[in-house]
């Protein structure tokens, strides 16, 4: 059955103006709502880097030229008044000719829009302590609701479209969502189907793209009717105070059911605060002229904060992207000047390179080799940590940049000068490799529980291998055993605190106190991350390992999974990675291949069936050579002895969360049997030595 939301009949002109008021804005000329095409630009009108933008007021600006809030409303309705003219979303079209472009919305468009959600909101019910859900990949439909939910001093549950119903259900329960808007019709009868019925706290229930645009349940025509008819004139819209929850984000579920965690308004902007106090000059850090192509989830702390709040805050502009199979192709018709990225894509395009470069002709090859090479001595020129090029080193450099690496740049859409990668880390090969064509990379750190950004490279100051320093504002210690802070070098347990610890875990004091202690200064809470890590002295951190997914041999040597899956995840024949051991004589490893360039490097017919090519003894002989080359600097006991190829892990079957983190112990027992099999065999993987004559003596003995 349909939730049927109570309509408010009394909207008055009177009562927008007040709403208008109540959230700290003039009046600006209004455009119909009725018609969303109007309201957007076509890719031709979005500034390009070096291009200008109209100017808004400069009432909410410092004296640097940085916008100035205390709260995600704030933010919002501010950078509205302040850059109304600017693009900020872009949504992907077909247009009349039939050609693709992404369609422009400019910020004052979005905040009538936004006013029109409060209107919705408020006639579902939505009041100060109500939690909205939304079930949906990004959109601005996703923004609008959030930014009027905030309006209305309530806090948003986002959730992911590829999660299992029963997640769903899980998350709105424990959240009391009164409220949930799904993203489309085939979600919203999933909902209705499996999740009403065992969620009480459901009052209604809405689709953003639903198939009846009339139906009551269609968000669109219930926008329509409120910005027609003005807010409610029940509404009492009160300004959220920087202490009021913002967000109630579950955390993925790695390790078993998810956790909301309760994040802020002062969660949020003292993040962002921190990452500019990272740089001299936070004006051309995020310029008003950037724009990103967003694909990571907002419905994570990571993209929303990071890149949406973020870009917001400075006046840019985002190109939603239609999804991860469609990331290449929007990359060319967004052509970002940012980029906010788990490692996945910046290897795609590394690995593709390498193909590449190995199945071109020698001059070819020669070529991108020598230009590679000029790039990384321009890059170590510029950093002071090698010779300046000569003059004819310089024009070659030049021309090659021309001829090659601009080549490698369009591959990102030609204009990215920026990139951020967290999530994960990021193999210094490829960050290195970027740099070294032309597009700087910073790695960040940071968790859902810490808003997320804990420590960042900003373009001033990077270190290779390393996440960065500490934010303003936060303070990083690694902890030992016995919970004394470890000087410089010293690897332990990373902790922080600052204004970036969460609230806490919605309705679990207990799990709540199992993260966060009293700092050493006796007022402040410290967050234990559960990551292992160490401290330059200079302040740069970097992350060795997860205290719960390392694990002893069967001989008690201790093994740290993520070190080692990162070296065999270099190669180009392996798309992901799952080690595995405890309490066994050795380790052995999951792989998913790339089968594609299994083919291409093998010279291996597209006829060849996957299954015949899993027997294959040229396959065999190729990943235990990458296997071996790929941890030449591991110790003999944790090279993997044994593989076995899998199929990818994806959100659809449960191994992948939305975040695209690898759900390690569903893998596992989902294998188990493949895994158990692998130590009935003897060992494959030669790793020579000591250890090697250990397993010839066992077996011997067996």
């Not at 999740?195 to 793209?209: E, I, Q, T």
Request: negative net charge.
């Amino acid at each position: 059955m349909i939730l049927q939301p109570c309509l408010s009949t009394s909207r008055t002109a009177a009562s927008s103006l007040l709403r208008r008021t109540s959230r700290h804005l003039p009046s600006v000329s209004s455009c119909s709502t009725s018609n969303n095409a109007s309201h957007r630009r076509s890719l031709s009108s979005v500034p390009t880097a070096s291009g200008n933008v109209e100017p808004g007021s400069a009432e909410h600006l410092d004296g640097r030229g940085l916008l100035q809030f205390d709260t995600l409303h704030e933010l919002q309705s501010r950078a509205a008044l302040t850059w109304p003219n600017n693009p900020l979303f872009g949504t992907h079209i077909t247009n009349e000719k039939g050609g693709e472009e992404y369609e422009w919305m400019t910020y004052r468009e979005f905040d009538e829009h936004v006013d029109a959600a409060i209107g919705v909101l408020s006639d579902l019910g939505i009041t100060e302590g109500s939690t909205v859900g939304i079930i949906s990949n990004n959109r601005w439909e996703w923004v609008a609701t959030t930014s009027a939910a905030h309006n209305l001093k309530a806090a948003v549950v986002p959730m992911y479209e590829a999660q299992l119903a029963s997640d769903w259900t899980y998350i709105l329960n424990d959240a009391s969502c009164s409220v949930v808007l799904c993203a489309n019709q085939e979600i919203f009868d999933r909902v209705q189907r499996d999740v009403v019925p065992n969620v009480p706290s459901l009052k209604a229930v809405l689709a953003y793209d639903a198939k009846d645009e009339g139906a009551e349940y269609a968000f669109q025509t219930r926008m329509q009717e409120a910005a027609a008819a003005g807010a409610s004139s029940a509404s009492t819209l009160l300004s959220p105070s920087p202490d009021d929850l913002a967000s109630l984000i579950y955390t993925s579920g790695t390790t078993g059911k998810p956790k909301g965690v309760e994040l802020t308004h002062s969660n949020h902007v003292t993040n962002l605060a921190g990452v500019r106090c990272m740089v001299s000059d936070p004006t051309d850090f995020v310029r008003t002229t950037d724009r990103s192509l967003s694909f990571l989830p907002w419905a994570h702390s990571y993209g929303q904060t990071c890149e949406l709040w973020m870009l917001m805050a400075h006046g840019s502009s985002l190109g939603v992207c239609r999804g991860v199979p469609s990331i290449l192709e929007d990359l060319q018709l967004v052509k970002p000047t940012m980029l906010f990225s788990v490692p996945t894509l910046f290897k795609r395009i590394y690995d593709g390179v390498n193909n590449m470069m190995e199945n071109t002709n020698p001059i070819r090859r020669g070529l991108m080799k020598t230009a590679l090479g000029l790039g990384e001595a321009h890059r170590l020129a510029e950093a002071g940590e090698g010779p300046a090029l000569g003059p004819i080193q310089n024009f070659k450099y030049n021309a090659l940049d021309k001829i090659v690496l601009s080549k490698i740049r369009d591959r990102f859409g030609g204009n990215l000068r920026l990139g951020f990668v967290a999530g994960a880390a990021c193999p210094t090969e490829i960050v290195t490799f970027l740099d070294d064509v032309g597009i700087q990379v910073c790695e960040g750190y940071g968790l859902t529980e810490t808003s997320p950004i804990i420590t960042i490279c900003s373009p001033e100051r990077r270190k290779y291998g390393s996440v960065g320093q500490p934010i303003g504002g936060v303070h990083v210690l690694i902890m030992g055993e016995n919970g004394e802070v470890l000087p410089p070098g010293k690897e332990g347990e990373v902790c922080c605190y600052g204004p970036n610890v969460m609230v806490g875990y919605h309705g679990k004091p207990a799990e709540t106190d199992e993260v966060i202690s009293l700092a050493p200064d006796g007022i402040s809470r410290l967050f234990h991350t559960g990551d292992m890590g160490k401290m330059t002295e200079d302040g740069f951190l970097s992350i060795t390992g997860r205290l719960k997914e390392q694990y002893k041999l069967e001989n008690g040597k201790y093994i740290v999974p993520t070190p080692i899956e990162e070296a065999i995840g270099m190669s180009r024949f392996v798309q992901q990675v799952i080690l595995t051991g405890a309490n066994r004589p050795y380790n052995v490893v999951l792989l998913v291949p790339d089968w594609a360039a299994v083919r291409s490097h093998l010279k291996i017919e597209e006829s060849v069936d996957e299954s015949d090519l899993v027997n294959d003894d040229r396959v065999k002989a190729l990943i235990d050579e990458e296997i071996i080359s790929n941890c030449k600097k591991m110790k003999k006991f944790e090279v993997p002895r044994k593989w076995a190829f899998i199929a990818p892990c994806t959100a659809a079957n449960n191994m992948l969360t939305p975040k695209m983190s690898i759900r390690r112990h569903v893998v596992i027992k989902t294998y188990d049997d493949i895994v158990s099999q692998m130590y009935e065999e003897a060992p494959t993987v030669d790793v020579g030595g000591s250890f090697e004559r250990e397993m010839k003596k066992k077996e011997a003995a067996a």
